[in-house]
């Protein structure tokens, strides 16, 4: 089987042309050409001599991922659908903001989780992603864009649950925001997780980036009903952990809460948000429900939806209504599935 290097890291990618009898430098321009210079083949690479360039394409790969479809929203937000080599689809959103763009990208091919308001959920798991076929993600879409360097923030809020395929996404993320990798700030790029407990610490002690969760209730008996994570995971649990999570300096947890009508959106599930984060360094994200074709349940007014702010705000949280992108093309959170299972 082909190793593709996107799998290693730098240690490792010198190791491998070491047994392969090649110089270990070879494997550093390698690795240039793949983060720097955003190489889909061995043939790109022309400071590798004819000869060597030959012997990893029979050895080795660089990508995997093959671009099916790209929709635009109205909104300019972009969905692409890929297939991986397997013929499994995955989706990715690229995000316009003021100054720059956010890509949202997937850490696994459906998703085992199960929360009730998501599309992904509905296909059920098929398998985690590699972490070349995260990281091919991030690559493919800023090789399309007419300013790369606008690309700044990466969010792993795509299709999947990023904990539940720990060592592929850890693997992307260190690539991700290495010096000879992609170089992205790991200020900005952020993993959101529907509340893994165990893994969240441990998260922390090896990587320092953003750390969302997916909260959407602050009592057990809600969360069991919109996420069953919860039975494995109470909320005390959950939140336990985050105290131990190891924030980098100024930072805070963002507290992802969907606000669904009559399930979650009432004052007192307000005031248990507030008893609940009570000393953590916490900002919480108010995300009305996006709609899909297979979920009967509904978004509250924007009157409701102020009305559960204030009391938030009130209580010295820093709450912010998050405006979804690219609803018109079921991009927005909750909405990805990757249209079908497999290509037919």
Same mark, same amino acid.
């Given at each position: 089987m082909k190793v593709n290097f996107k799998d290693l890291d730098s240690g490792k990618i010198e190791e491998w042309f070491t047994n392969q009898? &090649? %110089?270990a430098y070879r494997g550093r321009?390698?690795?240039q050409w793949l983060y720097k210079k955003l190489a889909f083949s061995f043939d790109e690479m022309s400071n590798l001599p004819k000869s060597i360039r030959s012997f990893l394409t029979d050895k080795a790969c660089i990508n995997n991922l093959e671009k099916i479809k790209t929709e635009v929203s109205e909104d300019g937000t972009e969905k692409y659908l890929f297939k991986l080599i397997d013929g499994h689809l995955i989706e990715s959103v690229l995000i316009p903001e003021k100054d720059h763009f956010t890509i949202c990208i997937s850490s696994q091919a459906g998703c085992a989780m199960g929360c009730r308001f998501c599309l992904t959920a509905k296909q059920g798991f098929n398998r985690n &992603?590699?972490?070349a076929e995260i990281i091919d993600q991030v690559i493919v879409v800023k090789r399309s864009m007419d300013t790369p360097d606008r690309l700044t923030n990466i969010v792993l809020m795509g299709m999947g649950e990023p904990l539940d395929n720990y060592s592929a996404v850890l693997m992307a993320m260190k690539n991700l925001i290495s010096n000879d990798g992609m170089n992205f700030s790991h200020r900005k790029v952020t993993l959101s997780t529907c509340g893994i407990a165990p893994l969240?610490?441990?998260?922390g002690e090896n990587i320092q980036v953003n750390l969302a969760v997916s909260l959407n209730a602050a009592d057990d008996k809600t969360r069991n009903f919109l996420m069953p994570i919860n039975r494995r995971y109470p909320i005390k649990t959950l939140i336990s952990a985050c105290r131990d999570f190891a924030l980098p300096n100024r930072s805070m947890i963002t507290f992802e809460y969907i606000?669904?009508?009559?399930?979650?959106d009432r004052d007192? %599930?307000?005031y248990n948000i507030i008893r609940i984060l009570s000393g953590l360094k916490a900002k919480?994200? &108010?995300?009305p429900l996006n709609p899909h074709h297979s979920l009967k349940m509904t978004p509250p007014s924007m009157e409701e939806i102020l009305h559960f702010r204030q009391i938030l705000i009130d209580n010295h949280f820093t709450a912010i209504i998050r405006k979804s992108k690219g609803k018109d093309i079921l991009a927005a959170c909750g909405q990805l599935s990757?249209?079908?299972n497999k290509m037919e």
């Open positions: 009898g &090649l %110089d321009q390698v690795r &992603l590699t972490s969240i610490k441990k998260l606000l669904i009508k009559g399930i979650n007192r %599930d307000a919480i994200n &108010l995300i990757g249209r079908h």
